[in-house]
């Protein structure tokens, strides 16, 4: 009969449009994925070049507090052995004095 044989070509069109349609979706799904992916990385990558960047500016100022931190203490040092130079003879009888070895 004439409509049955229809009727299956209309089912083998609809099934081919089927086919068809999902092959486009996934491919556009893919593609979709594709450039997500990409865009991902490039993300990553600035990040990671923002955080380097971040890194290094502050290892940049501690070390230049640490140069500042060290002239600091180095400065402190040179006037504590000058005070004690200065005053050794003062501190020694002092120190004698506090202990009871002052005859």
């Known amino acids: 009969m004439e409509i049955f044989k229809w009727v299956e070509e209309i089912e083998k069109i609809y099934d081919d449009l089927i086919e ?3 092959d486009e979706s996934l ?4 593609k979709v994925q594709s450039s997500q992916a990409k865009i991902m990385e490039e993300m ?3 990040h990671q070049e923002n955080l380097n960047n971040a890194l290094t500016g502050v290892s940049e100022e ?3 507090q640490l140069k500042e931190f060290e002239i ?3 400065d402190l040092c040179t006037k504590i052995e000058h005070y004690y130079l200065e005053n050794k003879k003062g501190l020694t009888d ?3 004095e506090k202990i009871g070895f002052d005859f």
Request: proline share 0%; hydrophobic share 40%.
């Open 27 to 30: 491919e556009e799904i893919n």
């Open 20 to 22: 068809k349609a999902k």
């Open 62 to 64: 501690v070390r230049g």
């Open 72 to 74: 600091l203490i180095k």
């Open 94 to 96: 002092l120190l004698f």
């Open 44 to 46: 990553t990558y600035k």
